[in-house]
């Protein structure tokens, strides 16, 4: 079992797109409302008394959409001034993106992810359900704007839907020979919508990397990530290939990570909520940090067993929160 280091922090729990994989068009959601959302300095403490005492070093900032919340420059700021913080990173659909880019950098971001399901635009309107007017030029020049500033590694995300893009495997794949991005491929994971695109909604990793390999060959990635990706690469690229694979090859085991929703409740894993706390609660009720601490810890002991759970369950069961409510 890997050492539970890694924090991802939802910042908010709405978005800018309804993808289909996230969140089924015509499907109203309960956001949770601004007053509700964990404080800066909410966060700030539950981090450096709680977490940061328990071990976690590395953090990832999510959403819903990270960048709709206002003060999200704000955030990468106070996290990446914190001396324990080893690593902090940030998911986005990059709509926003190019703007502040730079502010983020500035802030101390380094790393980026980027999810990007097609290449094409009219393919890509479909998969993120807005209609009207084309929102892929606006995202592929927020991708732009991230390179020119110097985020590394950036890495665009890619959720497989077979027969909506998995044809495109190759050409995402491509872009990886000549520019320095790390490319991952994601099954799609039947979370609040299982029944959306049928019984088999997701394609198997070992089939991509087949593909890729019978059309340049594959070895294994040089740098190795912090999550759940298995990498490799073009022999002679610059870029490299990922493939995460909850679905045809479960990492329960190698789960690093807990889950900390924008209105405060911790998660410990993302199939299965067995003992999540409501830590926004505790600190707005006067619970003593100390005894904050006391119940992170007694959940983080028990994250293991909760982890077997989830895996012997399998993931095809019924949930009330759509991925994007959960922050990935």
């Known amino acids: 079992m890997n050492p539970v280091d890694y924090l991802r922090i939802s910042l908010i729990d709405r978005c800018n797109f309804r993808c289909q994989y996230c969140m089924p068009e015509g499907e109203e959601l309960a956001y949770v409302r601004r007053q509700d959302w964990l404080t800066i300095a909410e966060l700030l403490i539950l981090l450096e008394q709680v977490f940061m005492p328990l071990g976690f070093r590395k953090f990832r900032l999510t959403g819903g959409e990270p960048l709709l919340r206002p003060e999200v420059v704000e955030v990468v700021g106070a996290i990446a001034s914190l001396p324990q913080t080893e690593d902090i990173a940030l998911t986005t659909n990059g709509f926003l993106l190019a703007p502040l880019a730079e502010p983020l950098y500035q802030a101390g971001l380094r790393r980026i ?7 094409d635009p009219d393919t890509f309107e479909a998969m993120i359900g807005n209609g009207g007017k084309s929102r892929w030029p606006q995202v592929w020049e927020g991708i732009q704007a991230a390179q020119r500033v110097g985020f590394a590694p950036l890495k665009l995300n890619v959720v497989v839907i077979p027969g909506v893009n998995d044809h495109e495997i190759e050409d995402f794949a491509a872009l990886t020979l000549d520019r320095p991005w790390h490319v991952r491929f994601i099954e799609f994971m039947p979370i609040g919508n299982g029944s959306l695109f049928g019984e088999r909604a997701w394609v198997a990793s070992a089939e991509l990397r087949r593909r890729i390999g019978d059309r340049w060959g594959l070895t294994t990635g040089q740098v190795q990530g912090n999550g759940p990706a298995d990498v490799f690469q073009i022999p002679g690229a610059v870029g490299t290939v990922g493939f995460i694979s909850q679905m045809s090859e479960c990492f329960c085991d190698r789960c690093n990570r807990m889950r900390l929703a924008a209105d ?65």
């Open 113 to 119: 992810n980027i999810s990007l399901d097609s290449l």
């Open 264 to 328: 405060g409740w911790l998660r410990p894993c993302l199939l299965n909520e067995t003992g999540q706390i409501n830590l926004r609660d505790a600190l707005r009720n006067g619970v003593p940090i100390e005894e904050i601490y006391q119940q992170v810890a007694a959940l983080l002991a028990h994250k293991p067993e909760i982890n077997f759970q989830a895996r012997e369950s399998g993931t095809t069961g019924t949930y009330s929160r759509t991925m994007s409510q959960i922050g990935g």
